[in-house]
Each structure stands twice: as C-alpha cells, then as structure tokens.
C-alpha cells in the first residue's frame, strides 16, 4: 500500500512538473509572439486609418496613438458622396478609390491605411472571428469593438485572423491587434452627420444622345470643413 502510494505521488508531482512547463512554455510564447506584434511598425505607427465598407455605409476609424484617442466617422447612405473642391469621389467600386476620397476629402494622411470590405457575408465572418458573435449592421460591429475586451489570447489569434480576412480586406496580423487594443484603451468619440447640399443623389445625364448618366451627392463645404476639424483635434 505504501509503494503504491508512493507511486502515485511520483506520477503526480511528474505530471504536475510537466503541466508547469507547459504553462511556462505557452507564456514565453506568448509573451514573444506578443513583443513581435507590438514592435512592428504598423503596430507603433502614430496615426492609423481603418475604412469599413458595408453595402453603401461606410465607417472610417482613425487611430491616434500619440494622443490615445480614436476618431469614428460614421457615413451611413452615403454612396456617390462627392466633393466639389477637390473632385473625389466615393463610388464603392474599390479599396484605393475609397481610400483616395477620404484622403483628398477629409485630409487623413495616416502612416497605414486598411481597408475592409463588409458586402454580403463577409460581416458575418469578421464578426464571427473578431467577437465571437454574429452582427449584421456596421454600426453595430462598430459599437461591439467599443466595448470588446483585451484577452491575453489575441495576440495567438490574429494570425489566423488576417488569414480569413484576406479575400476582402488588407488588414495584417499588427493591425488588427491595434485595432482590438485602441478601442479597448484609447478614448473613443464619434460623429455620424454629414451635411450635403441635396439629401439623395443628384442624376446627372450627359452626352450628345444623353445615354451616359451618373449620380452625385454633394458634400457640402461646412459639412467637410467640420469633419476635418473633428478627425483633426
């Protein structure tokens, strides 16, 4: 009885001596795999733009690490948004066109620029990997970012994360962490009124046989001189 004892105490002092590599183990690599996100730089860059795209709603994040604080500009409806000063304009059509309107537009300028196509199900696969859940609405995948907490586990979880996100953004494992992490962290204010000249868009028909047409919804001056106020302090 007492060998068999002793036995047993032997297995379970081994055990617990590999359980307690293991964890020791998992949290160097974490803690590494962590210190190699952080360092890079799109993780360390001061400003970060961050352009969600969801059947015509658009929702532009900018991420100011120096001032730890994000900006949310909400644009909801806004497809054909056009500015006459510069003549950018927001047609949907792709990831550089977007991001050249809300450079020319709204002076952003940031050190890195992601883009993140949300049409048809690709919400529902973001949503899924990045929160758990499932949400439909920009607003409200936006809102759920505000109020998602850091997990130690993150930083193993982003790889894979970038992976899937691939067909229809161009985001990286660093900057999805920066993401989770700045709306975990920084202070967050938002703006989602956009004024325009005319409340829909505007059909232009030109040409000879007037059979070329095209829709333009005009940003008004004041509305463009806030929002650059806004992102801008």
Do not use: C, H, W
Not at 52 to 64: C, I, M
Not at 89 to 96: F, I, P, V
């Amino acid at each position: 009885m007492r060998l068999r004892s002793r036995r047993k105490r032997n297995y379970t002092g081994i055990i617990l001596g590999i359980l307690v590599i293991i964890v020791v183990i998992g949290v160097f690599f974490g803690y590494m795999m962590d210190r190699r996100l952080k360092s890079s730089p799109e993780y360390m860059a001061n400003v970060v733009a961050y352009v969600f795209k969801r059947d015509g709603d658009y929702a532009l994040l900018l991420v100011n690490s120096a001032k730890s604080e994000v900006k949310i500009l909400y644009m909801e409806s806004k497809k054909y948004l056009y500015d006459p000063q510069t003549k950018a304009y927001l047609s949907g059509e792709g990831r550089e066109d977007d991001l050249d309107f809300f450079n020319k537009t709204f002076n952003v300028n940031a050190d890195y620029e992601y883009y993140i196509n949300l049409d048809g199900g690709n919400i529902i696969k973001f949503s899924t990997a990045l929160l758990g859940k499932r949400v439909e609405k920009l607003k409200d995948l936006v809102n759920s970012l505000r109020t998602r907490r850091q997990n130690i586990l993150d930083s193993f979880k982003v790889d894979s994360m970038a992976k899937s996100f691939r067909l229809f953004s161009n985001l990286t494992s660093p900057s999805i962490l920066k993401l989770i992490n700045s709306m975990a962290s920084y202070v967050v204010s938002e703006i989602d009124e956009i004024p325009t000249v005319t409340n829909y868009p505007v059909k232009i028909i030109v040409g000879k046989d007037k059979k070329k047409e095209f829709y333009r919804l005009y940003i008004s001056e004041e509305g463009k001189e806030k929002i650059i106020k806004f992102l801008s302090n």
